[in-house]
């Protein structure tokens, strides 16, 4: 599961990101333009909007999501604590709604209950490419009816390269994605990773999934 914090306190990001991601598949925007547009490139599985962003109102940054059709579910944090605030977002088409400060275990429970509420309405729980499906509910990928046991981040950087399908991903974007870092020293450390990643899904097969475009990064493609 992929969880968005769109989220300007750096503070508050960095605790969701930590207790979440221990859990789920993590990622931070800090403006509501960034976070509008990784929700209309990458899929999603629930948004944490926060109201106070510094360029555009998390109000309007939740109407611009559902405007596109995007029916992922959003769970307001916010400091504002007004009835009318809270109605106003609530018809943006928000799901859930809760106030700062907030409890770390009810804020667990309500992405709990987001996830499993919506469950019908999110991102496919299969992903599939070929011969390869790859499960976000039990974390598992088969390929050929074999499974392969990868580990979490293996198992990320293949969710997030499945996503993109048929796209040539930069090297930037996964790390930024799928580590949650920028840093350039790190690029040999994404192309490790895919060698790991080939060496279980595609060298024991026939048909190679990944390739390599160079001076770029990498895609996945049947």
Not at 18 to 43: M, N, R
Not at 45 to 68: E, H, M, Q, S
């Amino acid at each position: 599961m992929r969880i968005l914090i769109i989220e300007d306190d750096q503070d508050i990001a960095q605790a969701l990101h930590d207790v979440l991601g221990e859990s789920y598949v993590t990622e931070v925007a800090p403006t509501g333009a960034q976070g509008i547009y990784k929700v209309e490139l990458y899929g999603y599985d629930l948004i944490i909007l926060d109201l106070g962003l510094p360029d555009i109102d998390g109000v309007d940054v939740c109407k611009r999501i559902r405007n596109a059709g995007i029916t992922t579910p959003i769970l307001i944090l916010t400091a504002r604590m007004s009835v009318d605030e809270k109605v106003e977002a609530l018809d943006a088409y928000a799901d859930d709604y809760m106030t700062k400060p907030f409890a770390i275990p009810e804020l667990e429970a309500r992405v709990r209950a987001l996830l499993r509420r919506t469950a019908t309405h999110l991102t496919p729980h299969q992903l599939v490419l070929d011969d390869l499906v790859l499960d976000t509910t039990s974390r598992t990928v088969t390929r050929a009816g074999k499974e392969i046991i990868l580990g979490r981040k293996g198992f990320d950087l293949l969710e997030y390269m499945l996503r993109r399908s048929g796209e040539a991903i930069p090297r930037s974007d996964i790390l930024e994605h799928v580590w949650d870092t920028e840093t350039d020293s790190m690029t040999n450390f994404i192309d490790v990773n895919i060698k790991y990643l080939r060496d279980k899904i595609d060298r024991p097969f026939k048909r190679p999934l990944i390739k390599t475009v160079r001076g770029f990064g990498y895609k996945i493609e049947a």
